[in-house]
Nanobody, 117 residues
Framework: QVQLVESGGGLVQPGGSLRLSCAASGSIFRISVMGWYRQAPGKQRELVARITPAGGTNYADSVKGRFTISRDNAQNTVYLQMNSLKPEDTAVYYC???????????WGKGTLVTVSS
């Protein structure tokens, strides 16, 4: 069983920065695709960024150039550095572990990011 625990959310002014962290338990972190998703009020959950075990990344168009996903396989942790935040980035951000070989997907409970003046 894998547990994902997010941290780092909070209230930030437009133009500010936050760094989200997601710590994973278990032994499959380093061979799993890790992702950050978000869900704003009244909207569907959407992919923000994803990183493969080898470090390949992809981003939603809305965050390209502002957000950076990274991972530390030694610490079983994935990060999301968010810069130049906008009010439309306000959402609950969820960590996702996709263990494709085993066909298993896990989710964290989410951390709230609010961008407001």
């Amino acid at each position: 069983q894998v547990q994902l625990v997010e941290s780092g959310g909070g209230l930030v002014q437009p133009g500010g920065s936050l760094r989200l962290s997601c710590a994973a338990s278990g032994s499959i972190f380093r061979i799993s695709v890790m992702g950050w998703y978000r869900q704003a009020p009244g909207k569907q959950r959407e992919l923000v960024a994803r990183i493969t075990p080898a470090g390949g990344t992809n981003y939603a168009d809305s965050v390209k150039g502002r957000f950076t996903i990274s991972r530390d396989n030694a610490q079983n942790t994935v990060y999301l550095q968010m810069n130049s935040l906008k009010p439309e980035d306000t959402a609950v951000y969820y960590c996702n572990l996709d263990y494709r070989v085993g066909g298993m997907v896990y989710w964290g409970k989410g951390t709230l990011v609010t961008v407001s003046s």
